[in-house]
């Protein structure tokens, strides 16, 4: 199993930025890759950004690209997401995946919250 644990969720004023973070515990030796997604009051869960360990490449949903940038430092088993020129439409809770090699496994964190205030 994978545990992940995110943190830097809070209240930011539009235009404003945040880094959340995500750090990976367990077997984190069979983790392909990590993303991030979000899901608003009312709204399914959307994927937000992705980042594969292979060969750190990075793909994003349309909506954040050019001001969200997922990265990692594969070491210490932590992903970013560093938001910027955040929208109120950003507002939303944002959680953590891990995509497993074994059998295709899917790991979540708790979530944490990100509220931009206009």
């Known amino acids: 199993q994978v545990q992940l644990v995110e943190s830097g969720g809070g209240l930011v004023q539009a235009g404003g930025s945040l880094r959340l973070s995500c750090a990976a515990s367990?077997?984190?030796?069979?983790?392909?890759?990590m993303a991030w997604f979000r899901q608003a009051p009312g709204n399914e869960r959307e994927f937000v950004a992705r980042r594969w360990r292979s060969n750190k490449s990075t793909t994003y949903n349309d909506s954040v690209k050019g001001r969200f940038t997922i990265s990692g430092d594969d070491a210490r088993d932590v992903v970013y997401l560093e938001m910027n020129s955040l929208e109120s439409a950003d507002t939303a809770v944002y959680y953590c995946a891990a995509n497993l090699y074994d059998g295709g496994s899917t790991y979540w964190g708790q979530g944490t919250q990100v509220t931009v205030s206009s």
């Open positions: 367990g077997r984190t030796f069979a983790i392909y890759s």
